[in-house]
């Protein structure tokens, strides 16, 4: 239940998602008190709040999950070789249920605001319904990808028909039967449900500002005897992960793309293309996402691809990326997108050609002035993330700090883990650290870990105040920044990049330099005693 009001707690952590209920876990085997504050009614986060049809993880089940409980490895069993929402609702409530965390968890608790009070050296959170804690440590492990990015079209108000997010779906099926969707957007999110709704919808209006690469998931049932394989691997494959480049683990050639012949190259592609591991295509050479020559291949291959499935040719030309390097946006996995454009029932809006205007009562208006008229409009137009959930709370550290002015310009971290000026605040999968680039379960159990470790160890030794210094944090930004330039995400326009949200500071987002590198250098800065933290009592 809830303790807010009397005795301070150790420490409080924001969402229960992946990263909250692994930390509440840590945090009670060191014996703290620990309460988890959750927006939603329920366990798991992201999964919680998209329930898209269509959805599904682009890590295969057998990897996106927890390895730090080998009993939970062993008795769940997953159905599918991608998993979709609802499994992946349903493994985070099993998770739940197993370590009995709900009684440490607000849920329908959002929260507004968070202060540092700098006389007792601990932070107080205030709930937007006015309700407070108070705890030494604030673990936020709010998410990368969880504050829809704020809608950019004007006239959503004067929509007569039904406007959906794929940000927070109705909990309640919807049928599409005979009706005009317009889908805005092709990312992930907008190639899923596009997909799926072309089954069902009288008319499907996929509108496409830049498009995506996206691979065939080759998704299928697991066999008790793939489970049990997967299951043998399992501890091998996670170490493998952790150490690699990646955070997946995938093989690298260690070749360029230019050193190898036509036919050399088509092979492998067209392995990997079969693998249905899209990333495998970042691992393989190893000058992909830095030359523009070596990426061009890649492009120009998939691209063929989609030409190859797409039959009307300006559709297909349509559909192939043009203005940014390949794999610098998240490559996208589906079950049948491209094949959806031969069908009758599906037209591509080409909104570089003809962009939108803005939304009028019958439908979605084009620069042309004319309109796309539809009865449900799906907007599948991202995030703000990396930064937009930490921005979205009023943070107050040091010296009346606002977390929200010191990253005006872009995010100012160490290690993508704690931020000077902002004692006892760790930020799990945050911007600067290179989670968004792997499997999420590799990056956030090395976080929780290191995290936990640092809480442990500053408490042991009685100190009440953990800060990054001013000159660590300023050192691990410039290297962020430097290695960020290195890679051709730095040329192309993605959330990675912070292009996407109108205002947002052009920054790229997530540490490139690599899990494995990463880890050395946290375990590093671990065992020099928590060099670049001030830490006082
Ligand atoms: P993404 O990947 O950011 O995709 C958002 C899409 O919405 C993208 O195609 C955008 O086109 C489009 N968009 C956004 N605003 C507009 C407006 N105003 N007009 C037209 N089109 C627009 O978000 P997702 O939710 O699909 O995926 C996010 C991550 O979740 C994904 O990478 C996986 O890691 C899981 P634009 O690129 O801006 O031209």
Not at 207 to 212: F, G, I, K, W, Y
Not at 352 to 371: C, H, M, Q, T
Request: charged share 25%; with cysteine; proline share 4%.
């Amino acid at each position: 239940g809830a303790q807010h009001g009397t005795q301070p707690l150790d420490v409080v952590i924001v969402g229960a998602g992946w990263s909250g209920m692994m930390s509440l876990v840590r945090m009670r085997e060191q014996g703290r008190s620990a309460m988890v504050l959750e927006a939603a009614p329920e366990v798991g986060g992201t999964w919680y709040w998209n329930r898209y049809p269509g959805l599904r993880c682009d890590i295969e089940s057998t990897q996106y999950c927890y390895s730090f409980d080998d009993k939970l490895v062993d008795e769940w069993n997953w159905s599918e070789r991608f998993p979709t929402q609802a499994e992946l609702l349903e493994y985070a409530k099993h998770v739940a249920d197993r370590h009995e965390l709900r009684r440490d968890i607000e849920f329908n608790t959002r929260v507004a605001s968070m202060t540092f009070d700098e006389a007792r050296d601990l932070w107080t959170l205030t709930a937007e319904d006015g309700r407070r804690w108070s705890a030494r440590h604030v673990i936020m492990a709010t998410g990368p990808l969880s504050t829809p990015k704020p809608l950019d079209i004007a006239g959503t108000e004067d929509f007569q028909g039904q406007l959906l997010s794929t940000t927070d779906w109705p909990h309640e099926p919807v049928d599409f039967t005979g009706k005009r969707v317009a889908v805005i957007g092709t990312g992930s999110s907008g190639i899923q449900v596009s997909t799926e709704l072309a089954k069902s919808a009288a008319k499907l209006f996929v509108c496409q500002r830049t498009p995506s690469l996206s691979l065939p998931a080759f998704n299928r049932p697991l066999s008790d005897a793939d489970r049990s394989k997967a299951k043998q691997d399992f501890a091998e494959h996670r170490e493998r992960a952790r150490d690699s480049i990646d955070g997946l683990g995938l093989a690298t050639s260690g070749k360029s793309a230019l050193e190898v012949s036509d036919e050399e190259l088509r092979a492998d592609y067209d392995a990997i293309y079969e693998s249905g591991i899209p990333f495998a295509y970042l691992s393989h050479y190893t000058d992909t996402l830095f030359d523009m020559d070596a990426n061009t291949k890649l492009r120009d291959y998939l691209g063929d691809r989609i030409s190859q499935i797409v039959k009307d040719p300006d559709t297909a030309a349509a559909l192939v990326p043009t203005s940014y390097p390949a794999g610098t946006r998240r490559l996208c996995l589906d079950t049948g997108f491209y094949e959806i454009f031969n069908q009758d029932n599906v037209a591509l809006v080409d909104l570089k050609r003809n962009p939108i205007d803005r939304i009028v009562d019958s439908g979605i208006r084009l620069e042309d002035g004319s309109v796309v008229d539809v009865d449900v409009i799906v907007l599948a137009t991202g995030y703000d993330a990396l930064t937009g959930a930490l921005k979205a709370i009023n943070i107050q550290g040091v010296g009346g700090r606002q977390l929200r002015e010191e990253w005006e310009s872009g995010p100012q971290t160490y290690l993508g883990l704690a931020v000077h000026g902002f004692p006892n605040f760790y930020t799990i999968v945050g911007p600067q650290s290179p989670s968004v680039l792997s499997n999420m379960f590799v990056s956030i159990e090395q976080h929780v870990d290191w995290v936990a470790a640092l809480i442990d160890d500053s408490e042991a030794a009685g100190f009440t105040r953990v800060e990054a210094s001013a000159r660590a944090q300023q050192e691990w930004v410039t290297h962020a920044r430097d290695l960020g330039e290195l890679f051709l995400h730095s040329k192309g326009d993605s959330w990675y990049v912070g292009s996407n949200v109108e205002g947002k500071p052009r920054s790229v987002l997530p540490y490139l330099g690599g899990v494995g590198p990463y880890r050395a250098k946290c375990d590093e800065v671990a065992a020099a005693g928590y060099e670049g933290f001030v830490r006082t009592r």
